[in-house]
């Protein structure tokens, strides 16, 4: 029996942008695909738009509907209880996939057997593109080895863009945390610290639009700060201290939400410091680092907070290159 991927598409608040994400799962080359459909209770007619362009192509579909707003990582989550397939590709609804990216992903997985595959992407930015690719050609099998490779070799942060054996993901627990922004950082964290099989798919396929007034792009807030020492509390919880790839992982994800909060609101900065410290968390940014990209990634955070915002717009931006 052919293989079934699962596409997960929360909608909320995307009526300029849902039927091109709609027409790009139409028209994919792989036909074996259960589209989910998951209304996050929008205040426009974006749920409208996606049936209609459905029902006109007589394309199947599940609409599951939540009572109120929950949230990307809820809406999600729900997606992923109600699947039947195989594998499950998550899909932002501004978001869309190239004619054969499932097909790609697929025929990886297939010869591989791993647990993820992830795939190219296109980053599209006020009209400009950049393919984002992994150039590894063979799949990673072992958790150090995976985790060695992506301290070496950055992969996106994002749910998106991995094709992801169901069966891996219920045995995992990898349900994305509720409630929080950024939600993929945890989310990433914890795949691949449990990650055991990882293939590489390096043909583009995805198509990821920066918006505006994306929840990444927008100015700080309370929410976004709850947040972050949300996600670092729970990485530091499932961290094993003799993992010093996971450790290192750690620091990178640290590193990376000093960027967004030093670019937001820098007197912010204190208390994702004190997080990053608290508990184990010293432990953790003093274990012996890797590689010299991970002793950089720590400096952020014994600086003074004005100097960790020079450092990491001048110093750590060409060392981290």
């Known amino acids: 029996m052919k293989t079934i991927v699962s596409i997960i598409v929360p909608i909320y608040n995307v009526a300029i942008y849902i039927e091109r994400c709609m027409q790009s799962i139409v028209y994919q080359s792989y036909r074996n695909i259960e589209l989910i459909l998951v209304d996050d209770c929008g205040e426009d007619c974006s749920v409208d738009i996606a049936e209609k362009f459905l ?53 990886i997985a297939s010869k591989t057997n791993c647990e993820v595959t992830i795939g190219g992407l296109n980053w599209i930015e006020k009209g400009n593109q950049k393919l984002l690719s992994n150039v590894h050609s063979d799949p990673l099998y072992g958790n150090e080895i995976i985790l060695n490779y992506i301290i070496n070799n950055p992969v996106l942060l994002i749910g998106c863009n991995k094709l992801i054996l169901k069966s891996f993901f219920i045995s995992e627990n990898l349900f994305f945390y509720p409630k929080i922004l950024h939600e993929d950082l945890l989310w990433s964290f914890i795949l691949f610290s449990k990650l055991r099989s990882l293939a ?94 991970d002793l950089f990634k720590i400096l952020p955070f014994v600086f003074p907070t004005y100097i960790a915002k020079l450092y990491i717009f001048f110093v750590g931006r060409m060392c981290m290159n």
């Open 55 to 107: 029902i006109q192509n007589k394309f199947s579909y599940k609409l599951l509907r939540h009572e109120r707003n929950m949230g990307l990582s809820v809406a999600r989550n729900t997606g992923v209880k109600n699947a039947v397939g195989d594998y499950l590709f998550f899909l932002d609804s501004d978001d869309e996939l190239p004619y054969d990216a499932i097909l790609n992903l697929v025929e």
């Open 200 to 293: 590489f798919q390096p043909l583009n396929t995805y198509n990821y639009f920066i918006r505006a007034e994306s929840i990444s792009t927008k100015s700080f807030s309370d929410m976004k700060m709850l947040s972050f020492i949300t996600i670092i509390r729970e990485m530091k919880r499932s961290i094993d201290l003799h993992n010093k790839y996971l450790c290192s992982l750690y620091k990178s994800r640290c590193y990376t939400i000093a960027e967004i909060v030093l670019k937001g609101d820098q007197k912010q900065f204190s208390k994702i410091r004190r997080e990053v410290y608290s508990l184990n968390g010293i432990k953790i940014m003093l274990t012996f680092p890797s590689n010299m990209r």
